[in-house]
Structures are given as structure tokens and as C-alpha cells.
């Protein structure tokens, strides 16, 4: 059995409805980052640190302080409008959500959007407490749909997720995201796609 994984939050939800809230694109982007840096850094420290946690703690650090409507607009994001086709045209493989926020939090997400009947599993790096690009977080989807890593493929809009995946034994396939590129150290992935339908073509 051949296992898709998609990265959610950039990859498949849109996050630029956040804007309005956290004071335009720019804005949003630096929270983001300062939220992945916060997260890396108390997986390195062996401090772990969950995703609410980091996303509050980067508005603090930005001088915010509306985590109540961020959280609540992070619930309600939509996907990119290539999202859908691009699922519908891989229903041929086995499909599988993998983020680092809650299991709660995707959930709500997949069912505002209505996907959720799309993906056989819907897995939180959150529930091994080891947030990718960590390689306990990609076990997770091996260990639950009970096939060896090398089976499973990791689509993502992130160079450090791509590289994350790569070093734990999984394949890639990288969709550039505005904004986005792979880390150029290391492995790279065989398939690169401007967006999720190109990736699907290059799969199918």
C-alpha cells in the first residue's frame, strides 16, 4: 500500500484570512515563523511544546494580544481551491493527514471544510508528542496505517517538513507555496509541483 501524507496548515489550508487580525501578510508570516521557532526549540531542548502554545506565545512576542480570534479563526480556515481536485484525483492511494496542531483543531478544520471523508486517517504529531520534522512524528503514520516508512510520501509546502520526512525514510513531494522553497542541503525530494495538482499528476 502506497500512504500520501499532507502537511495541513500552508499546505492545504489558506492561511492569509488570518490578515485582518494579525495586521497584514507581512505580519503573518513573521508570527508563523516565530511560532515554528518556538516549537523547534523546545523539541530540541527536550521541552516540548504544543501549537497553541507556540502560536500564543509568538503574538506575545509581537506584541499581540488576540489569541482568542486567532485560535477561533484557525478553525475556520479554507483550503486552497486546489485542494479538493487534487485529493479526488489520488483517491487511489491511501490518504493521510499529518499536521502538528491538535487532533481537535484539524478535526474542526477538515469538517468546517467538508473533507474529512476524503482522508483515511487524520494524525496529530501532537498525540506522540514529537512535532515534525521530528522522525517520531512521520512513525506515526506508519505505525497507524502499519506500513514501513519508505512506503509513505510526504506532501508539503515546507522545505523543513520535506527534509524532516526525507531523513526519516519517507519520500517527498514539495509544492511551492508562495513564499516557500526547499531547504537546498541534503536529500530533495523527486517531485516538485507549483501546486497540488501538478504534484498529483507527477503521482498519478
Given at each position: 500500500m502506497s500512504v500520501i501524507a499532507f502537511d495541513v496548515n500552508e499546505t492545504l489550508l489558506d492561511l492569509s484570512p488570518l490578515d485582518?487580525?494579525?495586521?497584514?501578510?507581512?505580519?503573518?508570516?513573521?508570527?508563523?515563523?516565530?511560532?515554528?521557532q518556538?516549537?523547534?526549540v523546545?523539541?530540541?531542548?527536550?521541552?516540548y511544546v504544543d501549537f497553541p502554545t507556540?502560536?500564543?506565545?509568538a503574538l506575545t512576542m509581537l506584541g499581540l494580544d488576540n489569541a482568542a480570534e486567532v485560535a477561533a479563526q484557525m478553525r475556520e480556515l479554507p483550503l486552497h481551491p486546489d485542494v479538493v481536485p487534487a485529493l479526488e484525483r489520488l483517491s487511489g492511494f491511501?490518504?493521510?493527514?499529518?499536521?502538528?496542531?491538535?487532533?481537535?483543531?484539524?478535526?474542526?478544520q477538515f469538517e468546517f471544510n467538508g473533507v474529512t471523508g476524503l482522508f483515511?486517517?487524520?494524525?496529530s504529531a501532537d498525540d506522540v508528542r514529537a512535532l515534525k520534522p521530528q522522525a517520531r512524528a512521520y512513525q506515526h503514520v506508519g505505525d497507524t496505517l502499519g506500513v514501513p516508512l519508505s512506503q509513505v510520501r510526504l506532501v508539503a509546502a515546507h522545505g523543513w517538513d520535506i527534509a524532516g520526512a526525507l531523513a526519516a525514510g519517507c519520500q517527498g513531494a514539495f509544492v511551492r507555496r508562495p513564499g516557500q522553497e526547499l531547504i537546498p542541503i541534503g536529500p530533495q525530494p523527486d517531485i516538485v509541483g507549483?501546486?497540488?495538482l501538478d504534484v498529483a499528476d507527477a503521482l498519478v
Open positions: 485582518p487580525l494579525l495586521g497584514g501578510a507581512e505580519v503573518r508570516r513573521r508570527w508563523f515563523a516565530q511560532m515554528l518556538i516549537a523547534f523546545g523539541g530540541l531542548t527536550g521541552n507556540a502560536q500564543r506565545a491511501a490518504l493521510v493527514a499529518l499536521t502538528n496542531s491538535p487532533l481537535a483543531v484539524v478535526t474542526e483515511d486517517a487524520i494524525l507549483e501546486d497540488l
